[in-house]
């Protein structure tokens, strides 16, 4: 008898209904070169398409960098790719831009995206590293005329359920930009004590109830029952608010405050398991010894913590002569940009000149 070699066709998984609602059944989402209708209606509605990114403030970020052909920047945050794509052009085929990432998992992705694209290696160097290490990169490839760094994560990581970076779905609870090395969430936060956390989420995030959240999670684990879930963390945090009396907060209130304890205290997790100060801090150290004389830098910081560690650095650094010019004030995307891309609001640009 032959054999049968036949294999059995497999059908795409269809999803329920009218509307994908599981982010594996929204496939054409992740493919925008042969769905692009269907990422255009997902962005006009104000959302992110699935295992996409949209790239913020491009245009003031290239006006602030004032790119010219043949220049050679820094893209240290790489991510989708969207704003190395855009500088890429700026410079019509003349000159480099190095790229960095973290990301083992993302950074394959956007090197075959922006390869496809018709930047090759000739024009664009991507390079496996965190950014805080922009001094050994240095030392490979000479100084730079600009450099980018976005410091938000990446849409692809916090919608893809596997990273464990949102309370919306269940998932381990990882959180880490490389999660190949350190410590998880969930590592971490079986490892630290009730004040650490307490402290954490203050310094991090501003988070107004800490206290109450981190005797909910304590309470857990002293059950037998520690976070290792997003939704175990979530639930937490839901247990703490919820138990605040009618005094401090109305039930309708309620419902408004875990939505924003959830994000504060998942941000202040985040922040704690990448080092992301630490790294923003020496980035910040080495920043002015990697530039060219009149080099341009330009910084998307997400929240209050790191732009405060970028304003201090820019005006002392100018206080002391090494950068001639900085921006007077944050430039803030614009209102039509916050509607088509929600995740943009908290976004704040600086910049710098180098003497």
């Known amino acids: 008898m032959e054999a049968q070699n036949n294999q059995e066709h ?18 054409k989402e992740a493919n ?19 295992g996409m990114h949209l790239s913020i403030m491009v245009n003031e970020i290239l006006d602030v960098l004032k790119i010219k ?6 893209d240290a945050t790489l991510g989708y790719g969207g704003h190395t ?45 965190n950014f805080e290490n922009i001094d050994i990169v240095s030392k490979q490839e000479g100084k730079f005329d600009f450099i980018l760094a976005d410091l938000g994560v990446s849409s692809m990581q916090i919608d893809n359920p596997d990273r464990g970076f949102s309370y919306k779905t269940n998932a381990p609870l990882d959180l880490r930009l490389d999660p190949m090395h350190g410590e998880s969430a969930a590592e971490r936060l079986n490892s630290i004590t009730r004040d650490e956390f307490v402290g954490m989420m203050i310094q991090n995030a501003d988070e107004p109830y800490a206290e109450e959240i981190a005797s909910a999670v304590f309470n857990r684990k002293k059950k037998g029952n520690p976070v290792k879930t997003t939704i175990d963390l979530k639930e937490a945090i839901e247990e703490a608010i919820n138990k605040l009396p009618k005094s401090v907060l109305s039930k309708d209130e309620k419902s408004v405050v ?29 920043l002015p010894d990697v530039l060219n004389e009149g080099a341009r830098v330009a910084i998307l910081t997400f929240h209050s ?21 900085i921006s007077d004030e944050v430039i803030r ?23």
């Not at 497999?10 to 496939?27: M, S």
């Not at 052909?69 to 820094?74: A, S, T």
């Not at 614009?334 to 976004?347: H, I, V």
Request: with cysteine.
């Open 69 to 74: 052909p043949g220049e050679k920047g820094l």
């Open 258 to 286: 875990i939505k924003k304890s959830c994000a504060r205290v998942f941000q202040a997790l985040r922040i704690d398991v990448n080092c992301e100060y630490e790294v923003l801090y020496n980035f910040l150290e080495k």
């Open 32 to 50: 925008p070169e042969k769905y692009a209708d269907t990422i255009e209606k997902v962005i006009k509605k104000g959302s992110t398409p699935a």
């Open 10 to 27: 497999k059908r795409r998984v269809r999803y329920k209904g009218t509307h994908p609602r599981n982010f594996n059944e929204k496939y």
């Open 333 to 355: 995307p614009s209102k039509e940009e916050c509607f088509r891309n929600p995740r943009a609001a908290s976004t704040k640009l600086r910049w710098a000149v180098k003497a």
């Open 305 to 325: 913590g790191e732009d405060r560690l970028v304003k201090k650095s820019f005006k002392q650094l100018y206080k002391a002569g090494v950068y001639k010019e």
């Open 85 to 129: 794509k855009a500088m890429l052009q700026c410079l019509a085929g003349q000159g480099k831009i190095v790229a960095l990432d973290v990301d083992p998992i993302e950074i394959v992705k956007t090197k075959k995206r922006l390869n496809d694209q018709g930047f090759g290696d000739d024009i664009l160097s991507i390079i496996q590293t």
